[in-house]
């Protein structure tokens, strides 16, 4: 079936660094793929999206490319923030309607 | 934008009693709310869809009734964990979908999510 698989976690990084989180998935077709955020206390909130393949989401300085060849939806951020601390959530809508696949998450810890 | 509320956000209850928590859609109607949990350090996985006006729909290996889901209105859904034990605490989220739009991800929105312990 359908699945994600992310990074574990937790990243730790400083403040202005570069960031990368992988994101690959098994999925049958080319469902639009997402990337969701979940800041401290607060509930889930869709950071970006990409609905076919080469398509880039972008959102708050976040990027995401969705990679056809190498099933992929790899989150970056050129220079992170400590309000960047969350837990990110790579996911994919499954071939039932509104039902979303979730990767594990990956807590990211930005130091000032 | 489109907000949903779960309530309690915390909540500690003893082994055997029951909890409910609450998934309101604030500005919108949710004809479809959905449960999912939380293990530490697993993904958020999927426990029913929630239907207004009709009965829930349960992921495999969900006991429906030990987890029982009412969505008597179009803004709110509950979920009553019964009998609670140990091994269901967890975090608890719930997600609607506003019923103006259509397609997944971007019209599904999360509530803040409620964290069970059962001691």
């Known amino acids: 079936g359908d699945s994600v698989t992310q990074m574990e976690g937790p990243v730790t990084l400083s403040e202005e660094a570069f960031l990368t989180i992988n994101c690959t998935y098994t999925?049958?077709?080319?469902?639009?793929l997402f990337w969701y955020v979940q800041y401290p206390g607060e509930g889930l909130q869709l950071l970006l999206k990409?609905?076919?393949?080469?398509d880039k989401g972008s959102n708050k300085g976040f990027e995401a490319t969705y990679r056809k060849e190498t099933t992929s939806f790899h989150l970056e951020k050129g220079s992170v923030q400590v309000s960047d601390s969350a837990v990110y959530f790579c996911a994919l809508p499954s071939n039932r309607d509104d039902k979303i696949i979730f990767g594990k998450g990956t807590r990211l810890h930005i130091l000032p | 934008g489109a907000v949903v509320s779960q309530h309690p956000s915390r909540v500690i209850c003893k082994s055997g009693t029951s909890v409910k928590i609450e998934c309101r859609s604030l500005?919108?109607?949710?004809?479809?709310m959905f449960w999912y949990r939380q293990f530490p350090k697993q993904s958020l996985m999927l426990m029913a869809t929630s239907n207004e006006g009709s009965k829930a729909t349960y992921e495999q290996g969900v006991e429906k009734d030990k987890f029982l889901i009412n969505h008597a209105s179009l803004t709110l859904s509950t979920l009553t964990v019964t009998s609670a034990h140990p091994e269901d605490s967890s975090f608890y989220i719930c997600?609607?979908?506003?019923?103006?739009?259509?397609?997944?991800?971007?019209?599904?929105?999360f509530g803040e999510g409620s964290w069970l312990t059962v001691v």
């Open positions: 500005d919108f109607q949710a004809t479809t």
């Open positions: 999925a049958t077709g080319y469902p639009s």
């Open positions: 997600s609607a979908r506003d019923r103006r739009n259509t397609g997944a991800g971007n019209t599904i929105y």
């Open positions: 990409a609905t076919k393949a080469d």
